[in-house]
Each structure stands twice: as C-alpha cells, then as structure tokens.
C-alpha cells in the first residue's frame, strides 16, 4: 500500500507563486510515474503535469513557462512550484502515484487564485 499525502496550497492573490508537495510513503515503493491533476467545479479533472521515474516532465498548455515540476527520488517527494498565478488557476489539486500498473490518489490540496 502506498499513502500519499499533498501540502502547500493556500490563498495567493494573481501573479503571486505557491509550491506543492506531495510525499508518497509505504513498503516496497517502486514508483514509475508521478503527476499534479487538477479540478474544479464542474469540470473533470485534468493532467497538470507529470515527472517519470527518468526525469521526462510533461506540461498542460495552460501552465507551461509557468509551473516547473520536479521531484526527489531519495525522499520519494514531488514538487510543483507555480509561478505567475492566475485565478482560472484556482482548484483542487491532486497527487497521482503509480507504481507498477496500480495507482494512487492523494487527498487534494486547494489552491485558490484571488483577483
């Protein structure tokens, strides 16, 4: 079983910056791939960014030159600093752990864009 857990999210007023984090914890971790999601209200949620076990990063259109994922293999830890907020920016934000074919959400963590 693998627990993951996000934190950094908060209020930020347009163009400031946050930095989440999400740790993945448990036995015999072997994660191959790691991604932010994002929903909102109404919507799906969506791919943000990803980060493979080799270090490939992949960028949604709307957040690229923006937001700059990265990740600590020894700690098993995420990050995605953001950059340049913008209030359409606002949302639940999700871990995504995969290790092998099985997957695993984190609990979200809220970021909110004010004007």
């Known amino acids: 079983q693998v627990q993951v857990v996000e934190s950094g999210g908060g209020l930020v007023q347009a163009g400031g910056s946050l930095r989440l984090s999400c740790a993945a914890s448990g036995s015999n971790l072997s994660i191959n791939y790691m991604a932010w999601y994002r929903q909102t209200p109404g919507k799906q949620r969506e791919l943000i960014s990803s980060i493979t076990t080799g270090g490939s990063t992949d960028y949604a259109e709307s957040v690229k030159g923006r937001f700059t994922i990265s990740k600590d293999n020894g700690k098993n830890t995420m990050y995605l600093q953001m950059n340049s907020l913008k209030p359409e920016d606002t949302g639940v934000y999700y871990c995504?752990?995969?290790?092998?074919?099985?997957?695993?959400w984190g609990q979200g963590t809220q970021v909110t864009v004010s004007t």
């Open positions: 995504y752990v995969r290790r092998g074919k099985i997957a695993y």
